[in-house]
């Protein structure tokens, strides 16, 4: 790869890496693009060079927040039952180990109904998603194998946004798979 375009890639990715820095702490909608930019060392026209305008750039903080690559990275590794679904648990709960990344998932959960774009995004997750996961974890797509992968990940938010006391991560995934027969 050429150095410029390698340079414009790790551009884009310090704004990127910034915006999430700085909408974590003061929302999706509340943080100037000046701070963004002041965050990532680079000008506010940059931002605006890279991702054209806010709604962009949210976007792209959105889907980088969201686990969809999670269920998409197992999902695409072939695994099958209990396996694909320890693989979604211990992903999903890694992504989330970062402070960051549990605060942005938090503004990403109270901007649904206010921004489209989440509203997709869940949508990808809860009606395309997770049927895939429920008939790659348990057989087939039926209406219990799909509240199945929607339990889940109910548990892995709530273990995400508040652990458990005395129960470690290994004993949780493994408490939870075997509660829903995965």
């Not at 395309?128 to 992968?149: D, T």
Request: charged share 30%; proline share 3%; glycine share 8%.
């Amino acid at each position: 790869m050429r150095a410029n375009a390698r340079e414009a890639i790790d551009t884009r990715e310090r704004i990127l890496r910034a915006a999430m820095k700085v909408f974590a702490m003061h929302g999706l909608f509340k943080a100037p693009l000046s701070m963004v930019a002041r965050e990532a060392g680079v000008s506010k026209s940059l931002i605006f060079w890279y991702y054209g305008n806010r709604e962009n750039l949210v976007r792209e903080v959105v889907e980088r927040v969201l686990p969809l690559d999670v269920i998409e990275g197992c999902v695409g590794k072939g695994l099958k039952g209990r396996s694909l679904a320890e693989c979604v648990a211990r992903r999903y709960l890694e992504k989330y180990e970062d402070a960051t990344m549990r605060l942005l998932l938090l503004q990403v959960l109270s901007a649904r109904g206010l921004l489209g774009l989440v509203d997709e995004a869940f949508r990808r997750i809860c009606v395309e998603m997770l049927p895939v996961l429920a008939e790659g974890v348990w057989g087939e797509r039926s209406k219990e194998n799909i509240v199945k992968a929607r339990m889940l990940f109910g548990s892995l938010l709530c273990y995400t946004l508040n652990p458990p006391n005395g129960i470690d991560r290994e004993e949780y995934i493994r408490i939870i798979l075997d509660t829903l027969g995965a």
